[in-house]
């Protein structure tokens, strides 16, 4: 059965991997990316888009490439249909233009692409809810298993013969049935979660007019980084709530081991990574931005949700 679900997970990442990902305009004489770039935004282009950016700067910016992508062949965003344009694929077709398909109409709700992707990103982590709680609920086991995990590895302390790493293993394994912990479960929420919030990642990417507008008094297409350089210093918001939820979100979730004596302190990697989430943030579009704040608010709500659950149970026993 094991061996079952690793055919599939290595099929599914095939697929992902094989049939293509948003692909960077480059010029072809510098090799270096296009970029869009006025006094308040600066935008990434894409050779493939899936509908038309009104911006008359922008559309002047992407006709100087016509060889490459031709945007008078595309249609217009808001008649975008889920069997438009020449780009082809499963990955694209089965995830990327429907949901780029998605993002377009409930904006003709919303009115604004950023409550737009803020609400059809909640949507989706409610979407994956069922399998996100079950890892979250796994998380709040594995805090409760960890004593006695810390008393395993002091136990075999220097023990590195065969044997006695063969006897650790089977402890080790008693202990997760013990919490009901399948230590494969994670991999497989992670395969079943990650191609969805990638393609809504693309779908963000391909659909030029999001970058057009605004949302919170926030221009949707520029970098942190271009806004502060510019003066609108009210843009340092966006990294400092990536910083504070990215952190929130790891200290609930934290169920590394203690370390070994030779490996690397896990609180270090959860700061190294902090760190170089913040660097990151400064060059995301405010758009990919409140993605990204929207989905790890989502996911500190549930690991607070299942630490109370975990709390209930523990006062009925």
Do not use: H
């Not at 013990?178 to 992670?190: E, H, Q, R």
């Not at 393609?199 to 605004?214: L, Q, W």
């Not at 609180?267 to 990919?288: Q, T």
């Amino acid at each position: 059965m094991k061996k079952n679900k690793f055919k599939v997970l290595i099929i599914l990442f095939l697929v992902l991997a094989l049939t293509g990902c948003t692909t960077v305009l480059k010029d072809n004489k510098t090799k270096k990316a296009v970029y869009y770039e006025t006094n308040d935004v600066k935008i990434t282009l894409y050779e493939n888009i899936l509908c038309q950016p009104t911006d008359e700067g922008l559309i002047k910016k992407y006709n100087k490439y016509k060889k490459k992508i031709d945007i008078s062949k595309l249609p217009k965003c808001e008649k975008f249909e889920i069997n438009d344009s020449n780009y082809e694929g499963l990955w694209e077709n089965l995830l990327v233009k429907p949901l780029a398909w998605v993002l377009v109409n409930a904006n003709k709700l919303f009115k604004n692409y950023g409550l737009t992707i803020v609400a059809i990103g909640l949507l989706i982590r409610l979407l994956l809810a069922p399998f996100t709680q079950k890892s979250a609920m796994q998380s709040e086991n594995m805090k409760e298993m960890q004593p006695e995990m810390d008393r395993l590895n002091k136990k075999y302390e220097g023990r590195d013969d065969q044997a006695s790493q063969q006897q650790k293993s089977m402890e080790m394994m008693q202990l997760y049935k013990k919490y009901k912990i399948n230590p494969f479960a994670s991999c497989l929420f992670a395969f079943i979660q990650i191609p969805l919030l990638m393609a809504f990642y693309e779908a963000i990417n391909r659909v030029p007019v999001i970058f057009e507008g605004k949302s919170f008094g926030l221009i949707l297409g520029t970098t942190p980084l271009k806004a502060i350089t510019g003066g609108s210093f009210i843009y340092i918001i966006i990294p400092v709530l990536i910083i504070i939820t990215t952190f929130l979100s790891q200290k609930l979730n934290k169920t590394a081991p203690t370390p070994q004596k030779g490996d690397i302190n896990p609180n270090v990697m959860s700061n190294m990574m902090i760190i170089m989430i913040a660097v990151m943030s400064i060059n995301f579009s405010v758009a990919l931005s409140l993605y990204w704040i929207a989905s790890t608010v989502f996911t500190i709500v549930q690991n607070l949700i299942a630490m109370q659950i975990k709390k209930n149970k523990k006062a009925k026993e």
